[in-house]
């Protein structure tokens, strides 16, 4: 794991220019990659190539970079890892028996299968996860490559003439003299909406993100070309054709073979190698699988806090007690939760408000201090029906089939009738278990879902922070989304698989995996994500919905397996999200500190927010009016990071 940089500019003023121009770049992107740096520059071409480098496999010098292919046609700056490079370079092989390798890397494995290849056809060949960039010296062309599921970052600007920048994280192009810092107001919407800013949006002006399954081919002269060599849209859609109609048991041992499979190729590492454990089905079956192909206990790593609210450590360690892993816990005291507050804008370069950063920032860092590799669990959410709102969004749409829509609309006027407040005042004589918290916003919320007709309307504001943006800011201008195309309900007609989709295109990219890079990332480790495997994706997408989905619960295959592994009755509870108390902070520990940044000054400094409306907001947070921490969280993540990088 890596971190990589690099300027293409037709317009450059030579070796001198661009290696002060490049080292900047690459040297602030050091906790990407602590162990070694290294530049390629070409004054002749126009091109820079940067990279920092986490030794995982071949941590010699044989396993460098910036790296040529052999025949000094082909060089790259590659962040990721391959899986399948043994097969990769028995392929490799065969097709060129006079290769002669210099070492064991999977960097000088890809670069011969582009030589052999080109790059289009190398890279459908991979397995893995990457961000990377190949330097063709014949024909003198940058390509830019970003995994199929988006595991990786890739950012990239243009330049004058067809060049341009890219780096693996903003800061990267912060360095760089006239870089545009102006703030994208629609990137600003979308994020307000979701707590992250999707791709291709960064929250610059003209600076992009490259989408995930996507390359970029640029030369002196030429507008860039984006291309997409896996579509997540064709094979939804080609999956929902061909649905697997075996029965569940035969379903789930396919799956368990190839979970067992992509799991293996993820524990090849030169460096000490572990997992985040966290006890829910996706972690706990990750380690399972584990330790079933190891012959020495896995280190499984998992906090805790003290709130029992938000404590999964306990479920984690009873996992790992009938495992048999080498567990490590470590309980979070609040204060130094809520110290890692001010790391935050540091830690995520542009706004980032899920605020799970914190807690997986934390298991991140503690894992670092025994491991470099460390597995995780993320991905089954979104592949296999995790989220309540898989199972209960096929119940709206078949309300709105069988409801009129007027009659709908006005049911959920009426509920809306009533203030949150009212509602909250009005229901409190129920038990404390029969009552959820702040019921009343929680009926507000049901109720505006109830006038949406159209899945991608319902998805829209389910995910919504602020459920319209427009309150919050002085001009909002929503970018168009994956769920404002209305054509995709024609591909993917189950509701619940259509959800599916919309996670995968949006929240996993832009908000989970973002979150899991920056957090690990921070800290030097190597995050990996089997159950986003490719073939793992593609085959989920054949599944039934029998085999997702039963009742309320979601995620029925991995159950299914995991059971094989570990006893029913320590993995089946309630499903829990990696969560702090984060409402409660605010109107407690952290009162000051929100004060602060939500002050009419403070607000007023970016010119972007309608600063009447938050401080509204705000007051009604913290008198407990109405639960608003989720759009609070959002102003205060983008208040933080404009302060740490926007404000001179």
Sequence with gaps: MCGIAGIFDPAGRGTADLKQRLAPM?????????????LWIDADADIGLGHRRLSIVDVTSAGAQPMASADGRWITTYNGELYNTADLRTEVEQANAGVRWRGHSDTEVLLEAVSLWGVAEAIKRCNGMFALAFWDRRERRLWLVRDRIGIKPLYWTKLPRGG?????????????????????????????????????????????????????????????KLSCYWDLRQIA???????????????????????????????????PLGALLSGGIDSSLVVALMQAKSSRPIRTFT???????????????????????????????????????????????????????????????????????????????????????????????????????????????????????????????????????????????????????????????????????????QQANEPSAVWDDR????????????????????????????????????VSLEARVPLLDHRVVEYSWRLPRSALIGGSKGKIILRRILHKYVPRDLVERPKAGFAIPIGDWIRGPLSDWAADLLSDSSLASSGLFNVAEIRRVFAEHQAGIRDWQYPLWTILMFQAWHNRWAVK
């Design 164 to 224: 341009l920048l890219f780096g693996s994280e903003l800061r990267a192009f912060r360095s760089c003299p006239g870089f545009n810092t102006r703030i994208d107001t629609k990137a600003v919407s979308a994020y307000l909406r979701s707590a992250c800013i999707p791709a291709p949006h960064s929250i610059y002006e003209e600076t992009y993100k490259l989408p995930p399954g996507h390359s970029l081919c640029a030369e002196a002269g030429k507008e860039p």
């Design 303 to 473: 906090i805790g806090f003290r709130d029992k609210r938000y404590n999964e450590a306990d479920d984690a360690r009873r996992v790992a007690e009938h495992l048999g892993t080498a567990h490590t816990e470590l309980v979070v005291e609040p204060a130094v939760a809520q110290a890692t507050i001010a790391r935050l804008p540091d830690i995520y370069d542009e706004p980032f408000a899920d605020s799970s950063q914190i807690p997986t920032f934390l298991v991140s860092e503690l894992a670092r201090r025994s491991v470099t590799v460390a597995l995780s669990g993320d991905g089954g959410d979104e592949g296999f029906g995790g989220y309540v709102r898989h199972h209960w969004i096929n119940r709206l749409n078949a309300w709105n089939r069988f409801v009129p829509g007027p009659l709908s609309r006005t049911l959920g006027g009426s509920l809306r009738l009533l203030s949150p407040t009212a509602w909250d005042a009005l229901l409190r004589p129920l038990p404390a278990r029969l009552r959820p918290t702040f019921v009343g916003d929680k009926i507000h919320k049901a109720a505006a879902l109830m006038a949406l007709g159209e899945t991608g309307q319902i998805y829209r504001q389910t995910i919504a922070q602020w459920a319209e943006p427009s309150r919050a800011l």
């Design 26 to 38: 690459v040297g602030v992107l050091a906790h990407r990659g602590p162990d070694a740096d290294g």
């Design 487 to 522: 054509a995709i309900a024609n591909d993917v007609p189950d509701p619940s698989a259509l959800t599916r989709y919309f996670d995968m295109m949006h929240y996993l990219p832009n908000d989970i995996l973002t979150k899991v890079d920056r957090a690990s990332m921070a």
């Design 237 to 271: 859609a080609d999956g929902q054709r061909h649905i697997d109609g075996r029965s569940q048991e035969e379903l789930a041992d396919d799956l368990e073979a190839l979970l067992a499979d992509a799991v293996v190729r993820q524990m090849v590492s030169d460096v």
